[in-house]
């Protein structure tokens, strides 16, 4: 599985707060960022828990 994050992120930092492992906030973007090409398996389901709830709907997620 892979994730991105789109320019519509609204820099609320909710997926860096539930899955730190995964997201990171960028200062000079003003936006979240993926770590990771591919998703751990052990973190698919967090990963999909935070695009749930994204409320500018910018994780967008690759099966």
């Known amino acids: 599985m892979k994730a991105s994050i789109t320019k519509q992120c609204m820099g609320d930092r909710n997926c860096n707060k539930l899955c730190p492992e995964v997201f990171e906030y960028d200062e000079g973007q003003l936006l979240s960022i993926v770590k990771f090409d591919e998703i751990p398996k052990h973190l698919e389901g ?18």
């Not at 990963?47 to 994204?54: F, G, I, K, L, P």
């Open 46 to 63: 967090i990963v999909r828990r935070a695009a749930a709830e994204c409320g500018a709907n910018a994780i967008v997620i690759e099966e």
